[in-house]
């Protein structure tokens, strides 16, 4: 079974710090790479998303992530990160003969100190 | 804009009582989802349904049942309380694909419902 890895299980930085999370996944076929977020006391909402194409992709709130296939990596960036950053990230995965269920990672608790 | 909408925010139920979380999502989905999200473990998926009366085992089934009677409804049954099934429940919902605005795969997510077991 495929499976979801975020290293940074709590990253605390300053204002306007650049941010780098993490996330490898183990499956070496098609994927659909995800990166959701969850904000103190609301539900998940999708940042960014990638299918296919430029690997390079860019969300919501000056988010990016870069997918690179050959080291099974979707790690999200932001250049600048703002007190308002301060949730909790997820990662996940859609591999494409698992019909439309997502596997997630465990999820890196981000604090930004104003 | 899709909304999905759980019944309770909070619940405090007793060890072996039988316990219903629903969740309703307003966008005709498919396909709908019920995750449990534990601190260092992500989210995890319980059971997921692709239609109507339709259900599959997610990783952690064990202790759950789920009930997929109407397509907008999809409820998660504890059918006895225990205290390890303490936890925050998400109900998330996704299409096939092909509606406007919309891409496959994406699921979109309730509230959340704080469960505790004493």
């Known amino acids: 079974a495929q499976s979801v890895s975020q290293h940074n299980h709590h990253v605390i930085l300053s204002e306007a710090a650049s941010l780098e999370l993490g996330c490898n996944y183990s499956?070496?076929?098609?994927?659909?790479l995800f990166w959701y977020v969850q904000y103190p006391g609301q539900h998940l909402q999708l940042l960014l998303k990638?299918?296919?194409?430029?690997?390079l992709v860019k969300g919501i709130k000056g988010f990016e992530a870069e997918f690179i296939k050959s080291k099974f990596s979707f790690n999200l960036r932001k250049p600048s990160v703002q007190w308002s950053d301060t949730a909790e990230y997820f990662c996940?995965?859609?591999?494409?003969?698992?019909?439309?269920?997502?596997?997630f990672g465990g999820g890196t608790r981000l604090m930004v100190k104003p | 804009d899709v909304k999905v909408t759980q019944s309770s925010r909070y619940l405090v139920k007793r060890t072996g009582e039988k316990v219903f979380l629903e969740c309703v999502q307003d966008?005709?989905?498919?396909?709908m989802f019920w995750y449990r999200q534990d601190p260092g473990l992500g989210l995890r998926l319980i059971y997921f349904?692709?239609?109507?009366?339709?259900?599959e085992k997610g990783d952690i089934p064990e202790g759950y049942s789920v009930s997929r009677e109407k397509k907008e409804r999809f409820s998660l049954i504890l059918e006895s309380a225990s205290t390890n099934q303490t936890s925050m429940y998400l109900c998330?919902?996704?299409?096939?694909?092909?509606?406007?605005?919309?891409?496959?795969?994406?699921?979109?997510f309730g509230p959340g419902t704080r469960l505790t077991v004493t």
């Open positions: 349904s692709y239609d109507v009366k339709m259900k």
């Open positions: 499956y070496g076929g098609t994927v659909n």
């Open positions: 966008m005709d989905h498919e396909n």
């Open positions: 990638y299918f296919s194409g430029d690997p």
């Open positions: 998330a919902s996704s299409s096939y694909g092909g509606e406007p605005g919309q891409s496959p795969y994406e699921q979109y």
């Open positions: 996940a995965v859609n591999v494409n003969n698992a019909g439309n269920m997502l596997t």
